[in-house]
């Protein structure tokens, strides 16, 4: 199985300041026949469900404000918040798609300083 | 717009059943491989079934493998989980997920 290991544990920002979270599998994420990395970020907010954030490594999904970004390539990946508003509060994930079982990162919890 | 609405969940004894649903709306369902993915109290997210869209490729957590099945009816847009032989450790929410989208959730409680 593909482990996915996330960094940190916590993360205490201030709104407007910028914010990242690391995240690493423990194999290759890129498809070499397609292309793509699949590596995804959702953010669970408290009380919700989650709900995607970046997929296929840098895509942002409908709807998610520009200032989240996705890189990183093959096995060593970031989520980053340009300048962090109070709704982002929450717990980050990453997950692999690339192959069974779909493997998840543990999470990041983002809060408010 | 999409929707994913778990049903079925509740509490039940230890070695008991459970058939969980999840129904569809807003998009082409026979057209998407659907996912479980499930929650216990306080901890993390772990993937727990995949059923592709004619239900042709099937894949199981290894810490539900035997115990589970995943199925789908395309005609009804819904989504199962068969859950027997329940323990403790499978209490948590289940969620209904497409990847890009995800149900509410549907609790499990298996508890004497």
């Known amino acids: 199985d593909i482990v996915m290991t996330q960094t940190p544990l916590s993360l205490p920002v201030t709104p407007g300041e910028p914010a990242s979270i690391s995240c690493r599998s423990s194999?290759?994420?890129?498809?070499?026949?397609?292309?793509?990395?699949?590596l995804d970020w959702y953010l669970q907010k408290p009380g919700q469900s989650p709900q995607l954030l970046i997929y296929?490594?840098?895509y942002r999904a409908s709807g998610v404000p520009d200032r989240f970004s996705g890189s990183g390539s093959d096995t060593d990946f970031s989520l980053n918040i340009s300048r962090v508003e109070a709704e982002d509060v929450g717990v980050y994930y990453c997950m692999q798609r690339m192959e069974y079982p779909l493997t998840f990162g543990g999470g990041t919890k983002v809060e408010i300083k | 717009e999409v929707q994913l609405v778990e049903s079925g969940g509740g509490l039940v004894k230890p070695g008991g059943s459970l058939r969980l649903s999840c129904t569809a709306s807003g998009f082409t369902f026979s057209t998407y491989t659907l996912d479980w993915v499930r929650q216990a109290p306080g901890k993390g997210l772990e993937w727990v079934a995949s059923?592709?869209?004619?239900?042709?490729?099937?894949h199981y957590a290894d810490s539900v493998k035997g115990r589970f099945t995943v199925s789908r009816d395309n005609a009804k847009n819904s989504l199962y989980l068969q859950m027997n032989s329940l323990s403790a450790e499978d209490t948590a929410v289940y969620y209904c997920?497409?990847?890009?989208?995800w149900g509410q959730g549907s609790l499990v409680t298996v508890s004497s």
């Open positions: 296929t490594l840098s």
């Open positions: 194999q290759s994420l890129l498809d070499r026949d397609d292309g793509d990395t699949y």
């Open positions: 997920f497409r990847y890009d989208y």
């Open positions: 059923i592709s869209s004619s239900s042709t490729y099937i």
